[in-house]
T-cell receptor
């Protein structure tokens, strides 16, 4: 069964360092998302991406964050200068139909620890 | 309150009992979905109900939607230990995002 894959599963970094989290969405999906979840808490929307551009972003997604689909398969989230409060689980998701009627398929997440 | 709030925050029941979780939201929606998250794992889609539907079933799951009250409920019948997880509702407001609720942590005791 097709699945969304994320790498790395866990990354530890020093505050101020750049981090890139990678995702391979399901191949025929057109809409891509990043969410984050601080330990055991609410799942927070970061950004959605369609047709090679950001469709919507939250207030969390400030200038320190960027997303890119560098080729036909990968979807990346870059945090330019990490802060302690960026420590969280980051989930990538994809869907065929976007927010109108589409089920989201989630990866297993990348745990980011900022020291 | 925030878009998508589940209650109770935590629920502990015996195997075989039914579990009911509720979700309230604030703005108009096109559809509402329920997801399950096992500890430390990704979210898994359970069921989607559209704004013009009132009830939907899938196996042991029953979802209701009351758009006049801006609320939904998820019923899991004959619960099993394997149903132990966090359950989230997610609302689509017509923009390119789903807003997730705060989640209900369900523990089913064997």
């Amino acid at each position: 069964e097709p699945e969304v894959t994320q790498t790395p599963s866990h990354q530890v970094t020093q505050m101020g360092q750049e981090v890139i989290l990678r995702c391979v969405p399901i191949s025929n999906h057109l809409y891509f998302y990043w969410y984050r979840q601080i330990l055991g808490q609410k799942v927070e929307f970061l950004v959605s991406f369609y047709n090679n551009e950001i469709s919507e972003k939250s207030e969390i997604f400030d200038d320190q964050f960027s997303v890119e689909r560098p080729d036909g398969s990968n979807f990346t989230l870059k945090i330019r200068s990490t802060k302690l409060e960026d420590s969280a689980m980051y989930f990538c998701a994809s869907s065929t139909q976007g927010a109108i009627s589409g089920e989201l398929f989630f990866g297993e997440g990348s745990r980011l620890t900022v020291l | 309150s925030q878009q998508g709030e589940e209650d109770p925050q935590a629920l502990s029941i015996q195997e075989g009992e039914n579990a009911t979780m509720n979700c309230s939201y604030k703005t108009s929606i096109n559809n509402l979905q329920w997801y399950r998250q096992n500890s430390g794992r990704g979210l898994v889609h359970l069921i989607l109900i559209r704004s013009n539907e009132r009830e939907k079933h899938s196996g042991r799951l029953r979802v209701t939607l009351d758009t006049s009250k801006k609320s939904s409920s998820l019923l899991i019948t004959a619960s099993r230990a394997a149903d132990t997880a966090s359950y989230f509702c997610a609302t689509d407001t017509g923009t390119y995002k789903y807003i997730f609720g705060t989640g209900t942590r369900l523990k089913v005791l064997a």
